[in-house]
T-cell receptor, first 112, second 113 residues
Framework: GDSVTQMEGPVTLSEEAFLTINCTYT??????LFWYVQYPGEGLQLLLK?????DKGSNKGFEATYRKETTSFHLEKGSVQVSDSAVYFC???????????FGKGTKLTVNP | NAGVMQNPRHLVRRRGQEARLRCSPM?????VYWYRQLPEEGLKFMVY????????ESGMPKERFSAEFPKEGPSILRIQQVVRGDSAAYFC???????????FGPGTRLTVT
């Protein structure tokens, strides 16, 4: 079945550091890909998405590119802030299905 | 517009008791999804409901678990005769139409003692 693998956490960075959180997937066909973020005590929020190969999703300084050849959707940000501290989830969704398939999540802590 | 509401936020049950988790979708949303997050695992899809209909329950355990989304009122996830392995965070999401973004609630953390 479909699955998502993302890098193990936790990840600890200093403010203004560069962030990469790796995400790879296994799926048939051409799923849509997502990054969700969960701040402490809150529900998951959609951060960005891409629906086809080579699409780049971006939001709040975060970017991820849908790479079909490497089945990857790595999350990047050039300069993290303390307020980016959260758990980040990579997910996929097959066309015609409402079901989201999530990775295990990566906890990011940004220190001042 | 209030977000997706879930209650209770924390629920403690002894083995063998029943757990009822409630989810109030965002206003105007008629599609509800339930996900479960076991310790050290990602969120796993359980069930997708529309008002008064179960559309996809492929992720629901075959026994003890049931879900409903009545015409009026919140969606309910019901777990009968809970066991320790049911301890998890249960997340609800809603969307206004099929294929649209899912908006998540803060989750209910169930602990079975």
């Amino acid at each position: 079945g479909d699955s998502v693998t993302q890098m193990e956490g936790p990840v600890t960075l200093s403010e203004e550091a560069f962030l990469t959180i790796n995400c790879t997937y296994t799926a048939t066909g051409y799923p849509s890909l997502f990054w969700y973020v969960q701040y402490p005590g809150e529900g998951l929020q959609l951060l960005l998405k891409a629906t086809k190969a080579d699409d780049k999703g971006s939001n709040k300084g975060f970017e991820a590119t849908y790479r079909k050849e490497t089945t990857s959707f790595h999350l990047e940000k050039g300069s993290v802030q303390v307020s980016d501290s959260a758990v980040y989830f990579c997910a996929l969704q097959q066309g015609g299905s409402e079901k989201l398939v999530f990775g295990k999540g990566t906890k990011l802590t940004v220190n001042p | 517009n209030a977000g997706v509401m879930q209650n209770p936020r924390h629920l403690v049950r002894r083995r063998g008791q029943e757990a009822r988790l409630r989810c109030s979708p965002m206003k105007g949303h008629s599609h509800v999804y339930w996900y479960r997050q076991l310790p050290e695992e990602g969120l796993k899809f359980m069930v997708y409901l529309q008002k008064e209909n179960i559309i996809d329950e492929s992720g629901m355990p075959k026994e003890r678990f049931s879900a409903e989304f009545p015409k009026e009122g919140p969606s309910i996830l019901r777990i009968q005769q809970v066991v320790r392995g049911d301890s998890a965070a249960y997340f609800c999401a809603s969307s206004p139409i099929q294929g649209y973004e899912q908006y998540f609630g803060p989750g209910t953390r169930l602990t079975v003692t």
